[in-house]
Each structure stands twice: as structure tokens, then as C-alpha cells.
């Protein structure tokens, strides 16, 4: 475990954030419960890279037939974004929704670790629930993304 993956545990535990660390020992991983919805947060360093990237997974995958609508909607969502971007796998359906940072010539600290998790999380918890209705074919991605951009 580097440096940076281990202040983002030491600023997780202090939050009272309960994770584990993950096979691999390059990650963290938790679960994450809002009004919206729950989904997974994983933090993986890169330690060669120096690099520190925050992932909200979507509980579900993507079913096959609404993958281009999800598609337009995450590419509508993310035209707007100043940090991160959602990404979605289509051989599997996999969506998340990813924030990073470049930590060469610096240190990671607390506020850096707080924030890089929070953005994430308030992100996805903002498009949470437009999500759920296109990925059901219950709402149009352009008119879903407004209106999570409104609420």
C-alpha cells in the first residue's frame, strides 16, 4: 500500500467510513447509501503513476438494450462535468463513475483525500436516480440529464 492509498484510508476512518482493502492490495473498497440509491466506492492507487482514482460503481449492470441510451446520457452528463467523468463497459455493462488525481511532486493530504471522495459520491448521487429510469427505458437521457441537473 503507498502513501497516498494509505492517507486515503487514515481520511476514510477518521470520516467513520468502514472499508476494506481489496485482493489486489492496491484499492480500498466500501459501500456507499444515500436517499438516491447504493452502490460501491473503490479507491486503487497507482502507485508507478502516482496516480489516486476514486470509482462509484453502479450496483447493476447495464442491460444490453439500454446501453446506447445510457450512453447518450452519460456523454450528455459528462460534457457538463468540471471533475471526472462516467465511463461505461460494453462488453459488460459495467458504469461508474471515476475522479483522479496526478500526485507527482506533491503528497496527498487529508482535504486533497475528503474532497477527491466527495465530488465522486455527491456526482453520482446527483445522476443517481436518472440513471435508474433510462436504464429502464423509462425516461429520454437528454430530458433525464436536465432534470437531475435541476433537482
Known sequence: ???????????????????NALETGDGLYCSYRTDAGAWGVVVQEREAAQQLIVYSVFP??????????????ITIANYALPIGNFELDLRDGELRFKSSVD?????????????LVHTNIRTMQTY?????????GLSDPAEAVASCEEA
Open 103 to 115: 500526485l507527482e511532486g506533491t503528497a496527498l493530504n487529508p482535504q486533497m483525500a475528503g474532497l
Open 60 to 73: 447493476k449492470q447495464v442491460p444490453e438494450a439500454h446501453r446506447a441510451d445510457v450512453m447518450t446520457f
Open 1 to 19: 500500500m503507498g502513501a497516498a492509498l494509505q492517507m486515503m484510508g487514515e481520511t476514510l476512518t477518521e470520516a467513520g467510513w468502514k472499508f
Open 128 to 136: 443517481y436516480l436518472g440513471l435508474v429510469e433510462v436504464m429502464a
